[in-house]
Structure formats: C-alpha cells, structure tokens
Nanobody
Framework: EVQLVESGGGLVQPGGSLRLSCAAS????????MRWVRQAPGKELYGVSA????????YYADSMKGRSTISRDTAKNTMFLQMNDLKPDDTAVYYC?????????WGQGTQVTVSS
C-alpha cells in the first residue's frame, strides 16, 4: 500500500520555524520526484518546493526563497521542509506529493497555522 504521511505542522507565531516531514512507503521513494504543495482556505493548490530524484535539484516558489530548505533522506524514505521566518500568509494545509511518469501520490496533509 502506497502511503505518504506528513507531520510537523502546528501553530506557530509569525517569525517562527517549523520542520515538516513526509514519510513514504509502498513505492520506490528514490525514483520519485517529490514536492510540497499547500492549499490555503478558499485558494488553489500552490507549489511550495520540489526536489528531483536525479541530481537532487531543488525548486522554491518565490514566496519561499531564502526562508525554506527542502531535503530528502533516501535511507529513511523521508522528505523534509524546513521553514523559517513564517508569515501569516503561509497558513495552509501542506501536502506531500510524489510523481514518477504516470504515477502520482498524495499525502493527507498537515495543517500549518501562523498566528500571534
């Protein structure tokens, strides 16, 4: 059974930090490109960051550049997103996404709320 399980979300004050994790199982994690995608209330899905399987190239949305770091640990089948200097606009459900060819898997999401 394919599973992507996100964790690490929560309530944080503006300027704070969170580290999101995405634990993968049931598929060959090292062969999949991975992404973090978020959805704020009433808004569309928004690609936050991505990391390739080959070469480990990374992508960051402009709003996250300089404030976040994506990484993956192939030995632990886990992807991470370190987010710093969080802002209220970062409030959203953060989803983990894995793609390879026609295969496309999603996690259930973890809530991130940035509020004082």
């Amino acid at each position: 059974e394919v599973q992507l399980v996100e964790s690490g979300g929560g309530l944080v004050q503006p300027g704070g930090s969170l580290r999101l994790s995405c634990a993968a199982s049931g598929f060959s994690f090292s062969n999949y490109d991975m992404r973090w995608v978020r959805q704020a209330p009433g808004k569309e899905l928004y690609g936050v960051s991505a990391i390739k399987t080959v070469g480990g190239g990374t992508y960051y949305a402009d709003s996250m550049k300089g404030r976040s770091t994506i990484s993956r640990d192939t030995a632990k089948n886990t992807m991470f997103l370190q987010m710093n200097d969080l802002k209220p606009d970062d409030t959203a459900v953060y989803y983990c996404n894995a793609t390879s060819g026609t295969y496309n898997y999603w996690g259930q999401g973890t809530q991130v709320t940035v509020s004082s």
